[in-house]
């Protein structure tokens, strides 16, 4: 296979994956996927054109019409982008939908810097309302509602954010906030003030407080209504329940079973597309059994990346990650490394999103402890993984377990790193918190 047949390959591989990501409506991984689409080879209109939908779609029109124009020059006929074009530009002029909403999207940004939240929750319903879709509004929006503690608000905003992008990392992070503020939340609800159930009256120089709804009602009376009670129940459970519980189990069989078939389609289309992978990896180690010059440790070496990729097929990412973590890339032969350097970052991606589970599970109960080592693990595979989540959050973990010179130290590479970000600046603020103390 030549160098152009091996990189248009690889270019249409990311495009598959970046395909499958969007159909899943998962559109933060089509985005990732269909970028190194378009990085490996520039020509690629299909990916192109579907990285724009897929911008278009989170309602970054600016990052959508530029993915087009480049496609519409390299492919000027019978390029689809042409009608995108037509169809997105009046959007963009001085007066158009996108420049309305973009204004009042900044606008609110202004407003947040400068603590007026009230007002930025207002620019941003209406930047919203405009287009639904816009993700980093409804981001954003969903942030300073947690800030004001209106969690409930904050729910609806994520849940509409996660219809958008269904995978996104960020709207994730801050669901789990508002479920653990609406859990607080609940708790103190459940007191309950005596005058909600009970009526309070003068009787003479007593004050008398009895149940808002008391009845005297003779005996025979309490025994019609005890009967009337019961078959009525029975009458509603025969006729209104049974159906109900009937319809929600053939719902959730329905369910479960499209749920099954995407994952077999998934599957299989992982299963064709690295077919050749595991060709020729198996290449490697018949080359290697009969090379005797090549020593035990090269054997060892391909057979581990083999099982790497077996686990990786087999759902086990965990295994798949820790096997590729002890393999040490100098040591790969240079006509594999880029092969392997792929598997690596496939395995990488699930590895760490189950890594990054772990340690926020860990992080909000409180066991900071275990929370370090798993971001560790993290940082030290990929230092920006999640924009620099996995930084903060280690930060985080380090401060609240009462290490400050280590919190000190990963705080300003957040800084560093990402610079006026949020956060960043929540980063100098506890920095300047632990330095002062």
Avoid at 193 to 216: H, L, Q
Avoid at 236 to 251: E, K
Avoid at 276 to 288: C, G, H
Wanted: net charge positive.
């Amino acid at each position: 296979m030549s160098v152009y047949d091996s990189i248009l390959a690889r270019s249409n591989l990311y495009y598959n994956q970046g395909l499958e990501c969007a159909k899943l409506r998962n559109l933060t991984g089509a985005i990732s996927a269909l970028r190194k689409s378009v990085h490996c080879y520039k020509g690629n209109i299909d990916a192109r054109n579907l990285l724009g939908l897929c911008y278009y779609e989170v309602g970054e029109y600016v990052l959508a019409l530029r993915e087009w124009v480049i496609s519409e020059n390299l492919k000027p006929e019978e390029n689809p982008a042409s009608g995108y074009i037509a169809q997105i530009k009046p959007d963009m002029s001085r007066t158009g939908k996108y420049s309305q909403y973009v204004k009042k999207y900044n606008q609110a940004l202004e407003y947040a810097k400068g603590g007026s939240e009230d007002l930025a929750i207002l620019q941003l319903k209406k930047a919203v309302s405009m287009n639904p879709k816009y993700l980093q509004a409804l981001l954003l929006l969903a942030l300073l509602y947690i800030h004001e503690g209106q969690f409930p608000q904050a729910k609806d905003v994520l849940t509409k954010a996660n219809k958008v992008d269904v995978n996104n990392l960020q709207a994730q992070l801050y669901m789990e906030e508002v479920k653990a503020g609406l859990a607080l939340k609940n708790t103190k609800s459940r007191k309950r003030n005596v005058s909600d159930d009970s009526v309070e009256y003068k009787s003479g120089s007593e004050t008398v407080i009895r149940p808002a709804y008391f009845k005297d009602n003779a005996t025979i009376s309490t025994i019609i209504n005890i009967i009337f009670g019961i078959v009525v129940g029975f009458l509603i459970s025969f006729f209104l329940v049974v159906p109900g519980v009937r319809r929600h189990a053939t719902a959730d069989s329905a369910a479960k079973l499209v749920e099954a078939n995407n994952k077999i389609s998934t599957k299989n289309v992982a299963i064709r597309n690295y077919q050749e992978q595991i060709d020729e990896l198996n290449k490697k180690i018949e080359d290697a059994e009969k090379n005797s010059s090549k020593s035990e440790g090269s054997m060892n070496l391909y057979k581990g990346i083999l099982k790497a990729y077996m686990d990786y097929e087999s759902g086990k990412y965990e295994k798949a990650g820790e096997t590729l973590a002890e393999i040490d890339e100098n040591e790969v032969d240079k006509d594999f490394l880029k092969s392997f350097k792929k598997l690596k970052k496939l395995v990488n991606d699930r590895y760490l999103r189950i890594l990054y589970k772990q340690a926020a599970g860990f992080y909000n109960q409180a066991e900071y402890e275990k929370a370090i080592e798993t971001f560790e693990t993290i940082i030290k595979i990929d230092e920006e993984y999640g924009d620099g989540d996995a930084l903060y959050f280690g930060a985080q973990s380090y401060r609240m377990n009462g290490n400050s010179q280590k919190a000190i130290v990963m705080y300003q590479r957040v800084i560093n790193m990402y610079p006026d970000t949020y956060k960043a600046r929540n980063a100098q603020r506890y920095l300047d918190q632990l330095k002062n103390q």
